[in-house]
Structure formats: C-alpha cells, structure tokens
C-alpha cells in the first residue's frame, strides 16, 4: 500500500515542515536525546501530540525528521502584559539535529509554531531556556522575543533558566 502524503505547513529552504504524527515520535525523542539535556518519558510526547497535534511540528529533510518544536496552549497571566490574562503557546521543546542547523531551520519551527498558535487563538508564545544556551537566546532575540523572567535552579541540575516570550497573532 503506497504510503500517504503528509500535509506541509511551511518550508526552510529544502527542509519540509509538518504536522508531527505517531509516527514520527521515534525520531522525536532520539533528536530530543541527542540534543538536549532534558529528557521526557515517551508517554509525555504522546500525550502533547493527543492535545495539542496542530503546534506540534517536524522538519524533515528526504523523508528523515531532523527537528521538531512541541507546543501547548495554555490560559493564564501574560508574560507579556501586567495583570493581563491571555491564551498562550508555551514551548515546551525545540530542537535541530546538530548537522542540519544554521540553514532556518529552527528559525522556521518557531515562525510556524507561531502561526499555528495564532490560529488555536494564542496572543503570546512563550518558553524557558538554559542562560546558559546562548545560541538559543540569540536565535529567540532575534526573532522578537524579550526576556520576561528567570527561573533561578530550574533544571533538574540546578541551572537557572530565561523566560521569553513574544506577541503573537493580532
């Protein structure tokens, strides 16, 4: 039986971005793996891609995923606005195998997660990211997002994170 076409949201040059399916958790959690420190249980990415499929995204490049960025909206006080409420996108992971980075790629997940998000009815996207990282604090700067707070001891090896956030949709 011929496999199906997945539906492409956007593209980054020769890179594809999608929709996530079931059946692409496997190379999800081996990206998230060998990319980064935090580690989920595989339940926790079935369960994003049960609540949220529309803002759970993969790049794939020749039929292979080389990145994703998992999101979920929320409901709660702004990052962005003082005592405001909003609907959010809170990005709970984003990564690019380390080959296929500094070609959009993950320039591209973030622009389109935004989109999707806007379209579920986010005004902001926010996220938390290692101070240390700052490759990934120069890519959210430049990209339009400020940094709203820190969280001192926020990872399970006592780092302090960034809180970030932008306006999106409107």
């Known amino acids: 039986m011929p496999k199906l076409q997945k539906a492409i949201v956007a593209r980054a040059g020769e890179y594809q971005i999608r929709l996530c399916d079931r059946d692409d958790i496997a190379a999800v959690i081996d990206i998230n793996a060998k990319t980064l420190p935090e580690h989920y249980s595989d339940h926790f990415y079935y369960e994003i891609l049960a609540e949220f499929p529309e803002t759970f995204l993969v790049a794939e ?77 120069a890519l959210y700067e430049k990209l339009g997002y400020k940094v709203t707070g820190r969280l001192e001891a926020y990872y399970k090896d006592g780092e302090a994170a960034l809180v970030m956030a932008i306006q999106i949709g409107q």
């Open 61 to 137: 490049l020749g039929g292979q995923v080389v990145g994703y960025i998992m999101c979920r909206i929320e409901y709660g006080f702004s990052h962005l606005r003082r005592l405001g409420l909003a609907r959010k996108g809170h990005v709970v992971s984003v990564a690019v195998r380390e080959e296929h980075r500094g070609r959009g790629v993950g320039t591209n997940l973030v622009l389109t997660s935004h989109a999707e998000l806007a379209k579920k009815g986010s005004t902001e996207s926010y996220l938390e990211v290692r101070v240390s990282n700052s490759l990934a604090i």
